[in-house]
């Protein structure tokens, strides 16, 4: 294979692939929640709640400086649009651009701040940027269990990280902190031990030319999925904080069914770049269909236990909450179909219409989240998801149609 042919078609079958990230994915969540749970219990209220802060400004903040680049290198790469030279010299100017705003953000925070673990994001950041970015050469070559397992060494050395700083006497604030750098970085060394062609990987950096160039429609798409965690805040604004606390105890129940429906478009991403088409990427893609359709299952179950879960989980008190997690469960089904249809969409060249569709139909939820919740409460807000997840898979169903009438005339012509 030269430099500039497509990725080589995954050596395992999609299914497969699909089946052991979410499976990695979900033993990586346990790990984490325990990493948290520990250092909670070694660290007081005030100081475990400064480092979260700090973490959680670190995530953004990747987020923020990634904008969409590693899924558009992704798909540029699996196509054979872009060598792993130029692949490797867009990652490292990000990655040094990234080194300078980190380290500037850093020194501020903790010369300004008053929380004194505040700068930790700095290095929280840095790393988990890295360790993603690795991530890209292999998932655009289907090496889908080699990113799998590195999710579950970053915990594992995260894990040890801590138990050793806790064994040291270590502070849980600092131990927690120190266990995620850690871990990102052992995550990182496995991958780049993995990685295709690991020899074209010592470039200089390209520093003519921003390595964001072409990704802003990904970017747009992927803040706008963020800031759909601000209905929780719009609604305790409006509809006053009880309910938002009736909508925020089972607002992310149905986020396991999601996990399953992105371990699939993330294991298809490759697959759909490289055959450039609906009806070539068919035969391997329905082949691991089964993952988004056990999600759905899931959903049907939510709905039909929706009561019985709410009494037993969270008590009477929540009672109010199961009509909400019911409508969630019903938005939730859409939200299974448009996360891997939009996912393909981007991975056929469609990102400029798929982010037009997802920053306005955010933009209506979080109007009607205003709206509604100001009349229903928390059950107006639920049903504002479920409506705007209606909207949203019937103009991504248009526009798979529009796309398929364009391959249909160019086939033509």
């Excluded at 709640?49 to 969409?68: E, N, Y």
């Excluded at 959903?299 to 997690?325: K, M, R």
């Excluded at 997802?358 to 107006?380: D, E, F, R």
Aim: charged share 10%.
């Amino acid at each position: 294979m030269t430099d500039a042919a497509p990725a080589p078609a995954p050596s395992g079958g999609l299914g497969r692939q699909a089946t052991f990230l979410a499976a990695s994915t979900a033993f990586a969540q346990i790990l984490t929640a325990l990493i948290y749970l520990f250092a909670a219990r070694v660290s007081g209220p005030t100081a475990f709640g400064q480092v979260v802060t700090a973490i959680a400004i670190a995530t953004s903040a990747v987020g923020v400086l990634d904008f969409g680049t590693n899924s558009l290198w992704i798909r540029e790469t699996a196509k054979g649009a872009l060598t792993t030279h130029d692949l490797a010299r867009r990652a490292l100017a990000k990655t040094l651009i990234a080194l300078v705003a980190f380290t500037i953000g850093g020194v501020l925070l903790h010369a300004l701040s008053p929380n004194p673990w505040l700068w930790t994001a700095a290095p929280i950041a840095m790393f988990l940027l890295i360790s993603q970015t690795a991530q890209v050469p292999l998932r655009a070559h289907s090496r889908i269990g080699v990113v799998s397992l590195s999710l579950v060494v970053d915990r594992l050395v995260g894990m040890l990280v801590l138990f050793g700083g806790m064994l040291l006497g270590a502070d849980g604030a600092a131990s927690l902190w120190l266990a995620l750098v850690c871990g990102s970085i052992g995550g990182t060394l496995l991958l780049v031990s993995q990685m295709p062609g690991r020899r074209r990987l010592l470039v200089t950096p390209e520093l003519r030319r921003h390595p964001w160039r072409g990704s802003g429609f990904y970017g747009l798409s992927s803040m706008a999925a963020t800031s759909q965690v601000l209905d929780v805040a719009i609604m305790s604004a409006v509809a006053g904080p009880a309910a938002a606390g009736i909508y925020g105890a089972v607002n992310r129940w149905t986020q396991p069914m999601g996990l399953a429906v992105s371990a699939f478009a993330a294991a298809a991403v490759p697959v759909v770049a490289r055959a450039r088409s609906w009806s070539a990427a068919w035969p391997q893609v329905k082949r691991a269909l089964w993952l988004p359709g056990a999600a759905l299952a899931a959903c049907l179950v939510v709905i039909i236990g929706a009561p019985v879960f709410v009494d037993v989980l969270v008590g009477d008190a929540y009672a109010e909450s199961a009509t909400v997690l019911r409508v969630l469960a019903f938005g939730t089904l859409f939200a299974i179909v448009n996360q891997p249809v939009a996912v393909f969409l981007q991975s056929l060249g469609r990102d400029r219409a798929v982010s037009f569709v997802t920053l306005s139909l955010v933009a209506i939820q979080l109007g009607l989240v205003a709206v509604l919740a100001s009349l229903s409460g928390a059950v107006g807000a639920a049903f504002a998801f479920l409506v705007t997840q209606a909207c949203m898979l019937l103009l991504l169903l248009l526009l798979t149609r529009t796309g398929r009438a364009r391959a249909g005339g160019g086939d033509a012509s």
